[in-house]
């Protein structure tokens, strides 16, 4: 079975937030506000002038067991097992938002306009289309890749293989057995994404 995912190599990424919410939003019509990808800044670390930071693009982690496929109440949230992408399909989403509390990785989001959850499919169009991604594609870094992490041919799997003891998934407390991966050779690795620093930057806590 295939598994796409996207792989990050966050020594290029810049924070531009340009290819992975920008360009994905125009592709795939997002209204101002909710993206299928958010951009959290890591760090900084350490103590002056010895400082450590990093900007980490997180999207759909494209779960081997992904928690929100088993809440869905109507089998709207699925993992296709042509290509292992997990998606909404949102002729049957009731816009309950199971799905949206049971990611850990809080990767899918509420689109008011249709009254249902959304959330990265690696633009299935682009790819059926035979063209890259449109966060691929855009990237000014080059640090997004995507391909079939099964296929030890692709580019994932070369850069996965290249980059040895410095390949990361994000922190896993659920089961979930996230598909993602992140390559970081200059920073060392925080293991866990600033969740409770965002809620209180907006206010919700």
């Known amino acids: 079975m295939k598994q796409y995912i996207i792989l990050v190599e966050l020594d290029r990424c810049i924070g531009c937030h340009g290819g992975c919410q920008v360009a994905c939003k125009t592709e795939n019509q997002i209204a101002l506000g909710p993206s299928r990808s958010k951009m959290y800044t890591m760090g900084p670390t350490g103590h002056y ?112 293989r290249e980059n040895e003891g410095h390949v990361y998934t994000l922190r896993d407390d659920n089961g979930n057995h996230p598909s993602a991966k992140y390559i970081l050779k200059n920073c060392d690795w925080i293991e866990d994404l600033p969740f409770e620093f965002e809620k209180k930057m907006k206010g919700e806590m």
């Open 49 to 160: 002038p010895d400082l450590q930071m990093y900007f980490m693009p997180v999207m759909c982690q494209q779960c081997e067991n992904p928690s929100c496929v088993a809440v869905c109440p109507t089998g709207a949230c699925y993992k296709d097992e042509e290509d292992g992408v997990i998606y909404i399909d949102q002729d049957m989403c009731i816009g309950c938002q199971s799905c949206m509390r049971a990611c850990p990785f809080q990767c899918n989001f509420f689109n008011k306009e249709r009254h249902v959850v959304d959330k990265c499919t690696i633009c299935v169009q682009k790819r059926e289309a035979g063209e890259m991604p449109a966060c691929v594609r855009n990237c000014a870094g080059g640090a997004l890749h995507y391909g079939d992490i099964n296929d030890p041919e692709s580019e994932v799997s070369r850069l996965i």
